[in-house]
């Protein structure tokens, strides 16, 4: 199901004033059609105006780029562990390197695949955790990666907040302009699907299949059909 909570606002406004021309070159002698691409068209440039002529895109995707960052070297802790655990070039350390990797990664990795919230949460958990066994991880070797971690989770945060700061100019104008959204894109839909898969309808939606999900893990992102 599509759902708009599941893209950024200021994007999908955009995608959806490239589907209303779409939809009255293609449906120009269905009235019906036609009254909801104005309606979609209003609603779209309601969003644009509420943020303002702020582009978030390449905000987004410098989040994106830090939490990968920020990714790989959890993952680059996780493998020098597993050297350590596994080598006979480091028998001496593999009990204790062991011992911390159950601590850090005894539930898997999956938490990398979360939403931002909570995969920051376990990150800072796990910078806590490497600070308390400071001795151990200078025994290891690992002190440079745990600063690396530290670093990228730093960086990550900064992003973050500086996309924030952007979507957060005029917060009340969007909250307000979401819903009408919402409405209309739903609507939508809902019309378009009464009428099939026809090759008109598949080229009318195809801007909405450009869009990127928000990151939030792996999830794919889904197929345009009727909002819920």
């Known amino acids: 199901m599509f759902s708009i ?15 209303v021309p779409r939809l009255r070159e293609r449906f ?17 440039n309601a969003v644009h105006a509420a943020y303002g002529g702020v582009d978030t ?16 070297e959890v993952r680059a802790l996780d493998r020098l562990l597993s050297a350590h655990m596994l080598s006979s070039v480091f028998a001496g ?33 796990l910078i ?37 700061e952007l979507r957060a100019a005029r917060p ?8 009408p959204l919402h409405r209309a894109l739903r609507a939508t839909l809902l019309l378009l ?6 090759p008109d309808v598949a080229y009318v939606l195809e801007p909405l299949k450009t869009l990127t999900r928000r990151p939030a893990g792996d999830a794919p992102t889904p197929a345009p059909t009727p909002a819920n």
């Not at 699907?193 to 026809?198: K, M, N, V, W």
């Open 5 to 19: 909570s599941h893209y950024h606002l200021h994007e999908l406004a955009s995608a959806l004033l490239t589907m």
């Open 28 to 44: 120009a002698d269905r009235p019906v059609i036609l009254e909801r691409a104005d309606t979609l068209f209003s609603a779209a």
């Open 57 to 72: 895109r390449a905000a987004t995707a410098a989040v994106a780029f830090r939490d990968q960052r920020r990714d790989d």
């Open 93 to 125: 350390t593999a009990g204790a390197a062991g011992r911390l990797h159950r601590e850090m990664f005894g539930d898997g990795l999956d938490f990398l695949k979360s939403n931002y919230h909570v995969e920051s949460v376990r990150v800072r958990e």
């Open 128 to 164: 806590a955790l490497l600070e308390r066994e400071a001795d151990l991880v200078a025994r290891l070797g690992l002190t440079p990666h745990v600063g690396a971690l530290r670093e990228a989770q730093a960086a990550f945060e900064a992003e973050l907040d500086a996309r924030g």
């Open 172 to 179: 009340d104008l969007v909250a307000d302009a979401r819903r």
């Open 193 to 198: 699907e009464e009428l099939g898969q026809t």
